[in-house]
């Protein structure tokens, strides 16, 4: 039977943690699995790791991994799947924006594909929106999609969906050749294992807009701009070489 870390990067989140984990738990003893629900918090500088310590009393499946500082939400995804000792790694934002639920979905892709990845994917066919973004974000949005898959990813339709799944034997390397820690985390984890042969797949998933989210739209775009292109010209100038031998590979943050 199937192990499973999902894992919940988390920067001043007092507002809306409470409520994601305690969805998390409940998919956790519904699912079957040995399932640990492992929130990492980046940071944070208002109630997020008293909410985490208040109901870890109440619920032994929740864990707290911490950052002394502000790292970036690639970081904390990081942190988490390095730290992982299951068979696979769900990272979820805290907006619930994919509920929690879908990662059953993931899952039985991943298993049946033999896939390294499984990306919880907006824009497929048979995806269900029940909320949308506001148009701007749309906008953007789309916009991005399209200039990703153009430069590095071609083929995928929605590499920013913040709900994907990781294989952690065969992910734990791509993860440690990481050099991204912001937002451009998801292009940068997917150009790598791309390049290195992992397998990647997309799943139909429910999405809604989540509200009171911390993100500043244009300060975000900007960032992920810039680390499209840093991610480009890496991969094009083979700055992240070979896929290593199983467990020999040592982090390149240059």
Not at 18 to 26: G, K, Y
Not at 85 to 112: C, N, T
Request: with cysteine.
């Amino acid at each position: 039977m199937a192990t499973l870390s999902i894992i919940m990067p988390a920067y001043n989140e007092e507002r809306r943690l409470e409520r994601s984990l305690r969805s998390a738990v409940e998919f956790a003893a519904s699912s079957g699995m040995d399932t640990e629900v492992v929130v990492v918090d980046d940071g944070s500088s208002d109630r997020t790791v008293e909410i985490v310590e208040e109901l870890q009393g109440e619920y032994p499946v929740i864990h707290l991994m911490r950052h002394g500082s502000n790292q970036g939400k690639g970081m904390a995804v990081r942190t988490g799947v390095l730290a992982s000792e299951a068979e696979f790694a769900l990272f979820s934002d805290v907006d619930e924006a994919v509920p929690i639920r879908e990662a059953g979905k993931l899952l039985d892709g991943a298993i049946a594909q033999e896939a390294d990845v499984a990306i919880g994917t907006r824009y497929h066919p048979g995806s269900l929106i029940t909320k949308r973004q506001p148009w701007p974000r749309i906008a953007v949005s789309r916009g991005g999609n399209l200039l990703i898959r153009a430069l590095l990813l071609p083929g995928l339709r929605d590499t920013q969906c913040g709900f994907k799944l990781f294989r952690t034997s065969t992910m734990r390397p791509v993860l440690r050749r990481v050099t991204t820690s912001g937002f451009g985390f998801d292009l940068e984890v997917l150009a790598i294992a791309r390049a290195w042969g992992r397998k990647i797949i997309e799943v139909a998933v429910t999405w809604a807009h989540g509200e009171g989210s911390t993100l500043r739209l244009g300060s975000a775009t900007w960032t992920v701009f810039r680390d499209l292109i840093k991610t480009t010209w890496r991969l094009r100038t083979g700055k992240y070489g070979q896929a290593p031998e199983e467990g020999g590979v040592t982090a390149d943050w240059g």
